[in-house]
């Protein structure tokens, strides 16, 4: 099985945490394309979902799937989405697609975060992954300078503007022993819209697609 269809393998395992008639949280990225292509075949069966980028607004309108401004909704029962790193606490670091705002704030309304991965994205230590952080244009070189004293390398992600219409630094080398903390220090920076680490609200199930099959773990 190659790596584009373990990400399939998972995509499809999270409709059976899709429940009938409901609004369902859609992330962003490739292992999510597959999802948004199982959600298109239950389509009649949901009432529709609520969408992490423009990207996937994109391709659920395309498969006829009314796609909610989360305002209008009060409870989501799950969101499912990828990762580019998960550990063993389920905690992840995302955002490589740049979406990772509107991510944390659909995460933050579900019920349950179902996380869809191959088993690339499982590691035992965060941080080989560099993160993403979103931040407001005219603070780029300011949060730039704060994210060195807090010990990362960052760098500009050239020519991508946020569907927020910032911008992202993707920071190298930071020592992730305690991620949650990390996460809050880096998101009181003024000028930092959020930090790709997802370590408070972690996944709380893990659908990891392996040569042997779709495994399943919970927090
Ligand atoms: C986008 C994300 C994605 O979930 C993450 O980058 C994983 O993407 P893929 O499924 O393409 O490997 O956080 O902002």
């Not at 790596?3 to 399939?8: A, F, L, R, T, V």
């Not at 509107?102 to 933050?108: D, G, N, P, S, T």
Request: proline fraction near 3%; include cysteine; hydrophobic fraction near 40%.
């Amino acid at each position: 099985m190659n790596q584009n269809e373990m990400k399939k393998a998972a995509g499809w395992a999270a409709l059976e945490y899709v429940e009938p008639n409901t609004i369902v949280g859609v992330g962003t990225g490739s292992t999510v394309n597959h999802f948004i292509d199982a959600l298109g075949s239950i389509k009649g069966e949901i009432e529709g979902a609520v969408s992490s980028s423009e990207e996937s607004t994109r391709r659920l309108k395309e498969l006829g799937i009314p796609v909610f401004d989360l305002n209008t909704v009060d409870q989501l029962s799950v969101y499912v989405d990828g990762a580019d790193e998960i550990n063993h606490n389920m905690q992840m670091v995302k955002g490589g697609g740049a979406a990772l705002t509107r991510e944390k704030i659909i995460a933050a309304v579900a019920d349950k975060f179902v996380c869809i991965a191959d088993e690339s994205k499982l590691v035992k230590l965060l941080g080989d992954f560099p993160l993403p952080v979103e931040v407001i244009p005219m603070a780029r070189s300011y949060v730039a300078r704060q994210l060195v004293k807090l010990g990362g390398d960052p760098v500009y992600r050239e020519g991508v503007i946020t569907d927020n219409g910032n911008i992202i630094l993707d920071v190298y080398n930071f020592n992730v022993e305690n991620a949650c903390e990390l996460e809050r220090q880096i998101n009181a920076v003024v000028g930092v819209v959020t930090n790709g680490y997802f370590a408070e609200r972690g996944a709380d199930t893990l659908l990891l697609a392996t040569p042997e099959g779709v495994k399943t773990s919970h927090r």
